[in-house]
Nanobody, 121 residues
Framework: VQLQASGGGLVQAESSLRLSCAAS????????MGWFRQAPGKEREFVAA????????RYADSVKGRFTISRDNVKNTVYLQMSSMKPEDTAVYYC???????????????WGQGTQVTVSS
């Protein structure tokens, strides 16, 4: 599956932003989908994931209560709604896909190209 992320930009603290990730190629169905992020000088970290067809989700503690992941299985798109954003949310955000059944870990096999999110204080 090929992934194309979009929606990044420059926002002020406490603002909201929605990222989108469009999937193409192999069927979108059965894939768990998720988002990771990588800040300058830091390792890539998990942000959120959602199961197929979308009943279950999990979040990093740092974004819980502020970010919401969702998916539209007709449009083959996964979203990350980010609210109450903080400067520490600044990073390149990557969408990812895991074809395995939903489990205790989310281990992607496909990655999107990344979209930059910058939060100013």
């Amino acid at each position: 599956v090929q992934l194309q992320a979009s929606g990044g930009g420059l926002v002020q603290a406490e603002s909201s932003l929605r990222l989108s990730c469009a999937a193409s190629g192999r069927t979108f169905s059965r894939y768990s989908m998720g988002w990771f992020r990588q800040a300058p000088g830091k390792e890539r970290e998990f942000v959120a994931a959602i199961s197929w067809p979308g009943r279950r989700s999990r979040y990093a503690d740092s974004v819980k209560g502020r970010f919401t992941i969702s998916r539209d299985n007709v449009k083959n798109t996964v979203y990350l709604q980010m609210s109450s954003m903080k400067p520490e949310d600044t990073a390149v955000y990557y969408c990812a896909a895991d074809p395995r059944d939903w489990g205790t870990t989310f281990s992607p096999v496909s990655w999107g190209q990344g979209t930059q999110v910058t939060v100013s204080s």
